[in-house]
């Protein structure tokens, strides 16, 4: 609107010039004249090639994003207001982005926005069967071309304060701190061997430690050991440890447990403007001047990043400074019933919380559901999506594998007590059944010493469904086509059960986890409202167990997607795993499932040979496809991976059958 009074003030004169530079200076007033968005593009790299007959570009570059602490769409952001400001007004940070696009804008029919998970990039590993890379500079990089025969660009953009700058193009955002401000800092670590030094940071290998230790407080600090995820603390004597000089790591001798650190350190990073990072980059790809337009966007999560969108939706992220949509869709994949520590004083969002690691950060903290219920711990009601039929909604795809029922309460998500809670008309959730938290690939298998015939890691290609999922979301979000029905364990079909009913076949020889990963209702304190704890570590007031989905005669689990390699079994596949030899060995592993590898005479009286089986396999794959579970493109992945497990079945040794002898009784001595 601004250059389109300018051009009409050019050539007038008098009063029609007055009253026209009367209203540009009265629009610039008005409130969204502030909306500054991202304000600066900056393009360090682009690259052009051929792909299936269409032409591609791949552009790298740097966003700057001004932020007016005043306007509505930003009071959500903790601390904002004390954050330094520019000569405008606004708070700035700035953002590395990489895109692919296809150079025609006619042909683009949306944008697949992904958020980083720890700076990295997913989208073309689990989309398009892809390779990893740095930067897709070539069409080798683009895999088999899922995301761009959808029409879809392809957009990452990096959001994280405290990733590792690496010569590797990784994604990560510098954003302003709070100079002056000071509070208190959680770290926690599980050791499983002796180790003399811990980083502050949680996965130090890629993200800083970026708030070291206030040495002018240091003394305040106290580490604290304990046997057990509940278990009892012990302080540690501060003789037996030390803060690093550079106040990033402490030293001493750490023997196998669970150490937690309280520490006292400042200048917080604005961590929240991550979230608006996000949102004004999807704004950004809608405006008609933008160089990568499009008219429709989806937004794609995965573990960490799932739950960071999870709390988009919950703090009303999705509406933009100009008052449209940010999203249309999004898939959130295993997140889960978890938010995360994106938003709030000294947050570190790297943190998750899994059964054994990093405990009792808000990360799986009421609300769970997207519809309001009430807390029956604090009488609390509310809901991930607190307004139904609000406007700035977008279509959902709610994506979790087994482990996220068991590490990652997923089960939260639909239910309340023993109750179903059905999700909303613009939500879909599907459980990807007896699958790991991610994809691993089949050689990694390893033998548990424990156990005949059971191998750490769980090799289910559950790509070959999010693929289709994919599929259905975009049709969903640009041509309005109905996607199918939300496939999961619930209590109204027998295919949930509460965690203390959980059973096993006794046949496996399989011991089941002392504990799913359990949620908390927790007190962070009364400043917890504003973004600020106060209680560090927070109050326990209750723990939250979430109920699992029942398996059937074979260990499979029920009421969700079920891959051809379940449905047509001749191994059984966990989604959990014990941390065998080590201590706690009772719990969970973080994110690796199990495999239970059946003996060759149990295969056989199921198929007589590979050709029958894989002939069951390619029926069961296409009446997948029919369901919609599958794409027809992807029976040839699904058949290879059958034949790799037959090969791998048979060739396990013969068992061995031992002859015992009889021998006579000893004859009894009068």
């Not at 601004?2 to 008098?14: A, D, E, N, P, Y």
């Not at 009421?366 to 809901?383: A, L, Y």
């Not at 699904?638 to 031992?658: D, F, Y």
Request: with cysteine.
């Amino acid at each position: 609107m601004v250059m389109w009074l300018q051009k009409l003030i050019i050539g007038k004169s008098g009063l029609s010039k007055l009253i026209l530079t009367f209203c540009c200076s009265m629009w610039l007033l008005m409130p969204h004249a502030v909306d500054a968005k991202i304000i600066g593009n900056t393009v360090d790299k682009k690259y052009e090639y051929s792909f299936k007959g269409q032409q591609y570009e791949v552009i790298a570059g740097q966003f700057e994003l001004g932020l007016d602490p005043k306007h509505h769409a930003n009071q959500a952001i903790v601390d904002l207001s004390l954050a330094k400001t520019n000569a405008s007004g606004f708070v700035t940070a700035s953002a590395n982005y990489l895109i692919i696009q296809n150079k025609n804008p006619e042909q683009r029919k949306g944008a697949l926005v992904e958020v980083s998970n720890r700076g990295s990039k997913a989208s073309l590993r689990y989309f398009n069967f892809a390779s990893s890379s740095d930067i897709p500079s070539s069409s080798m990089h683009l895999g088999d071309g899922l995301i761009q025969e959808l029409g879809l660009s392809l957009v990452w953009v990096g959001w994280q304060g405290d990733v590792k700058a690496s010569d590797k193009h990784i994604m990560r955002a510098q954003l302003p701190r709070v100079t002056g401000q000071t509070g208190w800092v959680r770290s926690d670590w599980t050791v499983d061997s002796a180790k003399s030094l811990l980083s502050l940071a949680h996965r130090p290998n890629v993200i800083e430690t970026v708030y070291p230790v206030d040495f002018a407080q240091q003394q305040e600090a106290w580490l604290t050991y304990r046997v057990s995820r509940d278990g009892l603390k012990s302080i540690v004597s501060r003789e037996d440890w030390q803060f690093s000089s550079d106040g990033k790591s402490i030293a001493g001798r750490f023997e196998p447990g669970i150490y937690e650190l309280i520490y006292p350190a400042k200048d917080p990073l604005v961590a929240g403007i991550g979230l608006a990072i996000i949102r004004d980059t999807a704004d950004y790809l809608k405006q008609a001047s933008s160089p990568f337009k499009v008219d429709k966007t989806i937004a794609f999560g995965v573990s960490q990043t799932g739950r960071f969108l999870r709390q988009f939706l919950y703090q009303g992220f999705n509406e933009t400074e100009t008052g449209s949509k940010a999203f249309d869709g999004m898939l959130i994949h295993t997140a889960g019933a978890g938010r995360g520590s994106f938003n709030h004083r000294f947050a570190q969002p790297s943190r998750d919380g899994h059964r054994m690691s990093a405990f009792f950060y808000p990360t799986d903290i009421f609300p769970f559901t997207s519809e309001r219920t009430r807390s029956p711990i604090t009488n609390k009601k509310d809901g991930l999506l607190k307004q139904h039929h609000d406007p700035f909604y977008p279509n959902i795809f709610y994506t979790n594998t087994g482990y996220e029922y068991w590490g990652r309460a997923a089960a939260l998500i639909h239910t309340k007590g023993v109750h179903d809670v059905e999700p909303l008309d613009n939500e879909r959730i599907y459980h990807l059944a007896s699958t790991q938290h991610y994809v691993e690939d089949q050689q990694a298998l390893t033998p548990i010493e424990q156990s005949d015939n059971l191998f750490q890691g769980n090799p289910i290609d559950f790509r070959v469904q999010l693929r289709a999922l994919l599929t259905h979301l975009s049709d969903w979000v640009i041509d309005s086509k109905l996607p199918p029905n939300s496939a999961y364990p619930k209590y109204a079909d027998h295919t949930l059960t509460p965690f203390s009913h959980y059973q096993l076949p006794a046949w496996l020889g399989v011991q089941k986890p002392f504990k799913p990963h359990t949620a908390y209702a927790l007190d962070y304190g009364k400043d917890w409202s504003k973004g600020i704890i106060t209680n560090q570590p927070p109050m326990v007031l209750a723990e939250i167990v979430p109920s699992v989905a029942k398996v059937d005669t074979n260990g499979h689990e029920l009421g969700g997607i079920r891959h051809p390699l379940i449905e047509a079994p001749i191994a059984t596949f966990i989604p959990w795993s014990l941390r065998y030899g080590l201590f706690a060995s009772e719990e969970m592993s973080d994110f690796r499932g199990a495999t239970r590898r059946w003996p060759k005479d149990k295969i056989i009286t199921r198929y007589q040979n590979r050709q029958a089986y894989i002939s069951h396999i390619n029926l069961i794959a296409q009446q997948s496809v029919k369901q919609g579970w599958l794409l027809a493109r992807d029976l040839p992945r699904v058949q290879k991976q059958a034949s790799w497990l037959w090969e791998w079945s048979m060739s396990q040794p013969e068992p061995i059958i031992s002859v015992v002898k009889k021998t006579e009784p000893a004859t009894k001595q009068p």
